[in-house]
């Protein structure tokens, strides 16, 4: 894998993690999912998913429409 960083479940190019797949930054099960936005959309939907919990869990915005 190139890059600036390097995974702790990487070795020789396998995940050992996700039963010794090939590694693939973001696929289902790798520590790195949902935690990073990837330039593949597919790898985001949990990340997509946890925005939009949380997103659902922020209290509404008040109104300062009534304030003087």
């Known amino acids: 894998m190139a890059g600036g960083w390097g995974c702790p479940h990487e070795l020789d190019d396998t995940c050992t993690k996700v039963n010794n797949l090939p590694c693939d930054p973001g696929m289902k099960g790798c520590v790195l999912a949902g935690r990073y936005v ?7 939907t949990r990340l997509r998913q946890k925005q939009a919990q949380a997103a659902a869990a922020a209290p509404a ?7 003087p």
């Open 38 to 44: 990837f330039a593949n959309e597919d790898k985001n």
């Open 61 to 67: 915005p008040e109104d300062d429409a009534g304030a």
